[in-house]
């Protein structure tokens, strides 16, 4: 089976780099024409440029509202229509115990992983797909599923966007399917640390499929969930991790 996105119009948020990148690759190869999003005006049009006529971009922060209605308006202006939207973009702007992070850094991590996938899908369903249907896919992480040593601030915006998934797929239904996945390490910058050198071969240990995942891995499953193949899901949050959640705890 091949799918196909033809006709149809998708805004990445994050879309200039690393796994939102990939889903608005694999998403103009299907056929769709994709809106681009980051802070960079210059990475997007970098990557906008790479991925060639079917992609276009609009600069802003994802959590200022008036870069979010300037983006969502550019899109509805220039390509006409939103089918899809990513909620990809996030941030971690504090490793450590969550018990010891800072109101500041807690704040900027809510408002970036959480409260904005929140108000642009508010934006985009009052502008659009409220009338017209949709589906809107959110990107979390394994970590919003279980505990992590230094990441429980991010973690916890992650988990909470599971929930939000849950949430906005039973209001939104059954004109606007909402889906999540959540990504193990995968190798973009943003999780370098985590795989990069000793790090990342102590990493390598932990997921049985014998290899940490690359940006594809996710755009297949982003793919599938915003095209037909996936109309009769919503409310779902599908784990991408190489089996790391399933391989075998080691006891003494
Ligand atoms: N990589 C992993 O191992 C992994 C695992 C699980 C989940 N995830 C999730 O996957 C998503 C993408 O991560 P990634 O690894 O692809 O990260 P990445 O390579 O660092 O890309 C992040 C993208 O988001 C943009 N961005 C960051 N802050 C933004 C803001 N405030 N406003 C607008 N754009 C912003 C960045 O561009 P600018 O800097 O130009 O703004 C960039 O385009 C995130 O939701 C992340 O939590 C990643």
Not at 7 to 29: M, P, W, Y
Not at 107 to 118: G, H, R, S, V
Not at 142 to 150: E, N, Q
Not at 194 to 219: C, F, H, N, S, T
Request: net charge neutral; aromatic share 6%; with cysteine.
């Amino acid at each position: 089976m091949q799918i196909r996105m033809d006709g149809k119009v998708a805004l990445v948020t994050g879309g200039s780099r690393g796994i939102g990148r990939a889903i608005a690759a694999a998403f103009a190869g299907a056929g769709a024409r994709v809106m681009i999003t980051s802070r960079s005006a210059e990475s997007c049009a970098a990557a906008a440029k790479e991925l060639g006529p079917a992609v276009d971009f609009e600069a802003g922060h994802v959590g200022r509202e008036a870069d979010v209605d300037r983006v969502i308006e550019a899109t509805l202006a220039r390509l006409g229509r939103i089918d899809v939207l990513v909620n990809n973009a996030a941030t971690n702007p504090y490793a450590g115990p969550m018990i010891d992070v800072d109101r500041a850094r807690w704040d900027k991590t809510f408002e970036t992983n959480l409260t904005a996938p929140m108000f642009w899908t508010q934006k985009v369903w009052h502008r659009w797909m409220r009338d017209h249907g949709g589906a809107v896919i959110n990107i979390s992480s394994v970590g919003g599923l279980s505990t992590t040593r230094l990441l429980g601030v991010y973690d916890m915006t992650k988990a909470a966007m599971i929930h939000m998934t849950k949430q906005l797929a039973a209001e939104l239904a059954p004109s606007v399917r909402v889906n999540c996945l959540a990504p193990g390490v995968v190798r973009t910058e943003f999780a370098r640390p985590l795989w990069e050198g000793e790090a990342g071969e102590k990493m390598l240990k932990a997921y049985p499929l014998g290899r940490l995942g690359e940006p594809e891995d996710v755009a297949g499953a982003a793919l599938f969930l915003a095209a037909d193949t996936g109309r009769w899901i919503t409310g779902q949050t599908w784990v991408l991790d190489g089996g790391g959640l399933v391989a075998f705890t080691e006891i003494a």
